[in-house]
């Protein structure tokens, strides 16, 4: 049970920085007490990874072991590209966070709920629970995610500002690409040769549609943010030549007054 908590905590943990989670426990803890905060994390963390683990465990009773590492590396490996792909906050989400009515606790909690279900912690989760202790993978990876979102309601409270997500892609997305390398080795060393095929068929697919769909995000992104930059630019000229507007009238009248 200890090392099934340990491993499912680390696992958890390194999956939630930069997670979409963790920048909505940012974003509530810029506006709402922490303490609340973090209970309706820990409370919608708790149901889920209960879900999480109830299916992986009885789903994992009548799975050969070789298969789960093999499924557990793709997840991996899957984990590791969407983490490279970066989350960022939608409207709809910003809109949730900023205009949360009196009953702060149960709106934050059905918000972390909604946002994990079929989330990579969730999947990681269900993973982990297939070959390991259910106890200790639905502890350590409660713990696990609500210590990250702790991180984050801490940056969120002292920072105001997001954690360098770049880096921490980056790192967490090594991690990930490491346990995958892991769990595949294992599980082909004793599979059959359709069974290695199909699997290095499917690293090599996750691997280029994944680059390809990671590529298209960015590029997006970016275009997003070029075209938001001249909205910005003008909305900073329209306030000098407004001044300039509002003392043009005042010139007239003083030449005539002299007069």
């Known amino acids: 049970m200890i090392a099934a908590l340990l491993l499912s905590f680390g ?10 989670s963790q920048l909505m426990a940012m974003t509530y803890a810029l506006r709402y007490k922490w303490w609340i905060v973090l209970g309706a994390i820990t409370v919608a963390t708790t149901a889920v990874h209960a879900v999480s683990v109830f299916f ?45 009515g009196a009953s702060v606790f149960l709106a934050v909690m059905s918000s972390f709920f909604l946002a994990e279900l079929g989330d990579k912690t969730m999947l990681a989760t269900i993973t982990l629970a297939t070959d390991n202790d259910w106890v200790g993978v639905w502890i350590g990876s409660t713990i696990g995610m609500v210590a990250a ?13 997001h954690l360098p997500e770049r880096v921490i892609s980056l790192g967490a997305a090594v991690l990930f690409f490491v346990f995958a390398g892991w769990l595949l080795f294992e599980g082909l060393t004793a599979a059959s040769t359709p069974v290695v095929i199909g699997t290095v068929t499917a690293v090599v697919v996750l691997i280029g549609v994944g680059s390809v769909y990671i590529r298209h995000v960015h590029r997006r992104r970016r275009a997003n943010e070029a075209a938001r930059a001249p909205e910005h630019q003008v909305a900073d000229q329209q306030g000098p030549d407004q001044h300039m507007v509002d003392h043009t009238p005042d010139q007239p009248s003083s030449t005539d007054g002299s007069r």
Do not use: N, Q, Y
């Not at 899957?78 to 910003?94: N, P, S, V, Y």
């Open 11 to 20: 696992v958890i943990f390194v999956a939630e920085l930069g997670d979409k």
């Open 56 to 100: 992986g465990h009885f789903l994992g009773l009548s799975i050969p072991s070789d298969m789960l590492s093999i499924c557990g590396g793709l997840a991996m490996l899957i984990f590791g590209l969407w983490t490279l792909r970066g989350d960022d906050l939608d409207d709809d989400e910003k809109t949730k966070a900023d205009r949360v």
């Open 149 to 161: 979102d702790a991180l984050a309601i801490v940056v969120g409270m002292l920072l105001g500002k």
